[in-house]
Structures are given as C-alpha cells and as structure tokens.
C-alpha cells in the first residue's frame, strides 16, 4: 500500500514513516503545504495522512479542498492539534475522510489507515459479511455461527458489523466508540471491553475457534486466520 | 476638551430661532399686505364715492359734502382735502395741499406734521374734471406701536430662547461630564488592575445607565475568564505536576539504573500510560474550558433527551451487570430539548459512570427523566452509594475535587464540573441531593436552552473556570 504523508514536525514524520514501513506500507513525505499538494495532486496514493497546520503557504484543509475540487477521492485521515470537536466537524466538512488528534498512538492511526483503504475498496452493495463460518445477513439482520443462530441486541450487531466490516485490521476502541455508539468523548472506564467481551461470549463458545481476538494496547481484531 | 453638549445646543438654539423667523416672516407680511391693500380699497371707494357727489353737484356742492362729513367726525379718522387746480385747499381738514404728491392719481404715502403731532398718512388722489383734485386719506400712525411690540415680542422669544438654551446646555454638560468622570474613573482603575471595581449605576434607567450596566456585565464576564485562566492554570500547575513528575521519575530512574530489557519495556508502557493520563486530563481541562466560556452553543439542536438517556443507559449496562449493579431507566416519554446532544450523553454518562463506581455490590442506579411544571427538563442520575456528606457536598462539582473515598478509584476528578459545565451551558443546573441512602445527582435543564446571560453563567458557580488563554 501506498500513503503520503503531510507534517512539518520532523520527530512526528520519523515516527509515522518508521511505524508504516514495519507494518509494510511504502510512504512518501512532504514537510510543507506546497510540495504536499504537488504529490497528493500528481500520484495515485492510498491513503493521504495530512497534519492540519502546515508551513508552505496553504494548510491541510486548503490541500484537501484543492484535492476535491480537482477530482480526487484518495482517502484522507486528518491529524490535529485542535481537539474541539467543532474542529473535527470542519475537518470532515472539507472533505477530510477521518479525524485524529495529537498526540495519537501509533496503533490509532495504522487502525484508521487500514480501515480507510478498506473503505476506498468499497462496500457499497454488500448484504451480507463473512468471517470463517460467522456470518452476517445486513437485511434480516441475523447473524449464524456455522449452523448455530446467534441472538444479539441492535447495538452488539452493529458492533459485530463494524468488527465484520474491518476484518483482519485493528480495530480501536476510540474507532468502536466512535462508530458504534458516535460517541466522540472518552467515557473513562472500560465500557467497551466489557461490550467486546460480551460478543465475544456470544460468538466465540469454548468448543469453537476463537474469532475475536484482542491486540495488546491496540484494540481488536475480527480474523478467521491462524 | 471640545463638548459635544454646547455643539448641540448651539445647533439646536439656532434651529429654533429660524423656525421661530419662519413662523413671524408670514405673519408680518400677511398683516402689511393685507391690511394696506384693505385700507387703500377702502379709501378709493370713499373717493369714487365723493366723486360720483362732484359729477352730480359740482364743486360747491361736493364742498359742502365734505364739510359736513368733516364736522361729523368725531376724531380725524378720515383726511379729505379738494382743492382747485391751483391746488388751493376748498375744503377739508387738510391744513395744505401735501408738496410731496405727485400729479397723477393713485395711492401715497407721505410723512407730514398735523397739529403739532408727526402723522404717516396714506392717501389716494383723484383727479376730478375741471383741474379739481381731491385727496382722500387717513392717518396711520396710530398702527406704529402695534408693530413695534411685534418687534419686540419676536425680540424677546429669540432672546428668551437663546438664554434658556444656553443654560440648559452648560447644566446637561456639567451633569454628564460628572457622570462621565465617574466612569473614566473607574474605567481607569480596572486598566490599573482593579478587576473588581464596577461603574455606578443610578438605577434611573436611562441610557447612561443602560449604558453601564452592559459594561458592568461586560467586566464580569472579563473578570470571570480572567479568574479562569489563573485557576486553569493553578489545576495545571496541581494536577498535572504530580503526574510529570511521576513520569520524569520513572524515566530518570530507568537511565540511571539500566535494568535488563524486560524490566525496561514494562518502564515504558508505564510512562506511556502516565502520558496518556496526562493528556486525558488535559483534553478534559480544555473542554471544561470551552464550555465554561459559552462558545460551544454551536452545536445545539432540538433533541429529545431521553433517547440520548437510553443509549447512554444502554452503553453502560453491561458495565453495570459486571459489576452486578442494576442498572434502571425510568422512562417517562419523550423529551424534547433545545441542547447538545453529544454534551448531554458525557453528562449522563459521567453520572451514571460515578453513580455505577460508587453503587457498590449489588446496589441499584436509576436513571430517570421527566418533565416539570414549568416546562424543563429534569434528569437525574440515584444511587445506592454512601452518597457525599452535605459538608463536601457544594465543592463536589469543584475542578478535580476527589472525595475522600474515592482516592483509590481510578478517574481525574473532573467527571462533576464537567457535568456542572453541561447543565449551565444549557442554562440549568446540576443539584447533588441526598438520595437516602446514597447521592442523587440531577440535571435541571430549561426547555428553550435560552441564551444564558454571561453574568448568569459567571455566578456564584464554584468550579467556573475557563480559559480563551489556554488555545
């Protein structure tokens, strides 16, 4: 896969890039607004990893509207210092994909990296997921493990389908909270383990094989792979 | 220093007098022409009438028409001259033929003496056949007062005017300019540092009044961000020191020591973590901040609340059922708001998150929203705890206050006042009430979130704080 990625901050940059290369992505990088746009406008990339205040005359969201307004669709994941949500809203506003603020773990944004690609791919049609032998059916909304009929609430089925639709990628719980419940504060406990760990009891029983995995100081990932 | 007040009332004097000259100018000339025109036709029908008596009687008789009309004038209302044509007087009260009349016929006005007395006479000429010629006239001399009292009285009211005008000026200019001085004043002494002081107001109610109110409102809400930014940055300098200097020792330790690789990733999830804490508390602190300054009114909508109640009961069920604490929402039907959704569904959820880490084993939290007489909403959040004593009750909602069993539950201290900051941003309230046994903590919220005056937000609020400076 291949990203650009657009900050100024040179510790941030080494950072990201080093994080995206271990996890097998090839990145290129522009530290200013000016040679960002050159590159996102000129080459086909994934997925555009763009910082908010940038040097070079033009700042992240004036990239963004350039982009769109030129035609191009490349997924962008907004990264900021500006935590108010009243930010976030413009940032998605302009065109930006999705919203991370600063400072961010790494595991965060590799996560919203991947599920990004996974969107631009599209799911648009789709009515039905599968995972192994779990399955899900988006307009009965019914969900089957093999043979066996699972019975969840609306919200764990969407749950389930946000996992379903994110398969084999790490999914975080700020991306559940985010998602599932649109939820944009931090809820200061666990809740989301606990509704994690809730589905899992329901799809993974003891004599099957283990579906839901947790990721140390990540989050969660849905594979049916080994 | 150049008065606005004299400007004014000189402009204003000025503007009186011309409509007082307006006012006069067609009266006196209405009098002048009227009445002149009026007495000159009187006077030329008195000479076609005396003429018609020649035509018919001749001189002689005319002549002693005109006697016996001068003998039956009580006063000398009427002049009547007829004289030859060598202009010697026949008959008449005329003394002698004016020098100053031409010889045409028409009407005149002549400045002459009569008895002794000055006399302003108009007279109409006629010329009668045979070189007679008749003058026919009257004394107007008598008017001449009249009009100088008009004169005089215009005279008077414009000085009158100009008089009252004057003083009223210097007097409205020495009762703003004290008032004015008052606010300069203070105004000066708050730009000396003096945040408290406030511009008097004389509860007259006029527009100087007004006036200060609105900046005395003004100077609250500056005095309160103020106040804002030092308690933001005293919960800085509090709260974040401890966790920093945590950190900084972990890492200082860590370098110095050197322990095995094992030992130092564990090191470092922890500082990691400690980060995390920190930030946690930062991003809390600048939504406090946000909110308490009232510019996150953006975001409001109509809404009904005891959806936002139900998904939050909703999203903590399950927490709750680990912890084997019921979990209940009363519902009482729809709600509907004007607020902040996502702001409500924190407050709530930082209830019930409170309530369920206090409930304790097998306690009960019930979550319920209901309509009050007046129209607001009432949400409210019960436990089964063992509540907060009445003492620490007012300073619960305070920045990072942490009752005292609470100090080994994990948590910033912050989850009350952002609560407190909610409900006020919505122009209510958020009331800590003994829930015998346990703390029962609800959120009063007005129907039409209407705009919260500043000065309503800035008082008597415990943990306001808040903080443009800190962006």
Redesign the interface.
């Known amino acids: 896969m291949k990203l650009l990625l657009v900050e100024d901050n040179e510790r941030v940059s080494q950072f990201v890039l080093k994080g995206l290369a271990e996890a097998g992505h090839t990145a290129d990088h522009a530290d200013n607004g000016r040679d960002g746009l050159f590159l996102a406008a000129s080459e086909p990339y994934d997925v555009i990893v763009m910082d908010r205040m940038l040097p070079g005359g033009i700042d992240g969201l004036g990239i963004i509207a350039a982009l769109r307004k030129a035609g191009k669709q490349t997924p962008i994941l907004i990264l900021s210092a500006l935590t108010d949500v009243d930010e976030r809203i413009r940032g998605l506003k302009s065109g930006g994909d999705d919203y991370l603020t600063k400072p961010f773990a790494f595991g965060e944004l590799l996560a919203r990296v991947d599920a990004l690609t996974r969107r631009s791919q599209g799911s648009t049609g789709v009515t039905a997921l599968e995972v192994g032998d779990l399955r899900i059916d988006l307009l009965s909304r019914r969900a089957t493990r093999a043979a066996r009929t699972i019975t969840l609430q609306p919200r764990e089925f969407k749950l389930l389908e946000y996992l379903m639709r994110h398969a084999d990628q790490v999914v975080t719980r700020t991306m559940l909270l985010e998602n599932v419940w649109d939820y944009h504060f931090d809820p200061q406990t666990n809740v989301v383990d606990v509704h994690v760990s809730k589905l899992r009891q329901k799809i993974d029983t003891a004599a099957e094989r283990p579906l839901l995995r947790t990721v140390r100081n990540a989050g969660y990932m849905l594979t049916a792979q080994e | 220093m150049r008065s606005s007040a004299y400007t004014l009332a000189a402009g204003y004097i000025g503007l009186a007098i011309v409509a007082l000259v307006l006012f006069a100018a067609p009266l006196w000339y209405a009098w002048q022409v009227t009445i002149n025109d009026n007495r000159a036709e009187v006077l030329q029908q008195d000479a076609t009438r005396l003429g018609t008596v020649f035509e018919r009687s001749g001189v002689m008789g005319l002549a002693d028409f005109i006697r016996e009309r001068v003998g039956l004038q009580i006063v000398e209302e009427r002049m009547l001259l007829l004289a030859d044509p060598q202009l010697k007087p026949v008959a008449g009260n005329l003394p002698a033929w004016p020098a100053d009349i031409p010889a045409a016929a028409g009407t005149y006005t002549i400045k002459t003496s009569l008895n002794g007395k000055r006399a302003d006479l108009v007279l109409v000429r006629s010329n009668l056949p045979g070189g007679y010629s008749l003058l026919v006239g009257r004394d107007v001399s008598r008017f001449q007062p009249l009009a100088r009292r008009f004169w005089y009285g215009l005279a008077a009211a414009v000085g009158i005017l100009s008089l009252a005008g004057a003083v009223g000026a210097v007097l409205i200019r020495r009762a703003i300019l004290s008032r004015i001085q008052t606010i300069r004043q203070t105004a000066l002494a708050i730009v000396q540092g003096d945040l408290s002081r406030r511009l008097p107001a004389q509860r007259s109610g006029d527009e100087l009044d007004t006036l200060a109110g609105t900046i005395n409102r003004m100077l609250d809400q500056i005095e309160q961000l103020f106040r804002g930014v030092r308690d933001v940055s005293d919960s800085i300098a509090h709260d974040l020191r401890t966790p920093l200097a945590e950190l900084r020792s972990r890492l200082e330790e860590l370098a110095l020591t050197r322990p095995g690789p094992e030992r130092t990733f564990e090191e470092i ?1 922890a500082a ?1 973590a400690d ?1 995390d804490h920190v ?2 508390i930062f ?2 602190l ?2 406090l901040a ?1 909110m308490d300054t009232g510019l ?1 009114r ?2 409001f909508v109509e809404t009904d609340v005891s959806t936002t109640l139900a ?1 939050a009961v ?3 069920l ?2 709750a059922e ?1 912890k084997e604490v019921q979990l209940l929402y009363r519902d009482h039907g729809p709600l509907s708001i004007t607020g902040d959704p ?1 702001l409500l ?2 407050a709530i ?2 209830l019930i ?1 409170n309530a ?1 880490k206090y409930a304790g084993e097998r306690g009960t939290v019930i979550v319920e929203s209901e309509r009050l007489a007046d129209g607001s909403a009432l949400l409210s959040v019960s436990d089964s705890g063992p509540g907060i004593p009445d003492a620490e009750k007012p300073r619960a909602a305070e920045r990072f206050y942490r009752g005292e069993a609470s100090r080994v539950s994990p ?2 201290g912050l ?1 009350l006042s952002l609560v407190q900051a909610v409900a006020k941003l919505h122009g209510g309230q958020l009331e800590l009430l003994d829930n015998r046994p346990g703390l029962r903590a609800q959120m009063r919220i007005p129907a039409m979130a209407v705009t919260v005056s500043m000065s309503g937000l800035s008082s008597e609020a415990p943990a306001r704080v808040s903080a443009v400076a800190v962006y």
């Open positions: 999830d990691v980060v930030m946690r991003n809390a600048l939504r946000e996150r953006s975001g998904e909703e999203f903590y399950p927490a680990l996502l569904a924190q959820g930082n998150d369920l948590g910033v989850g």
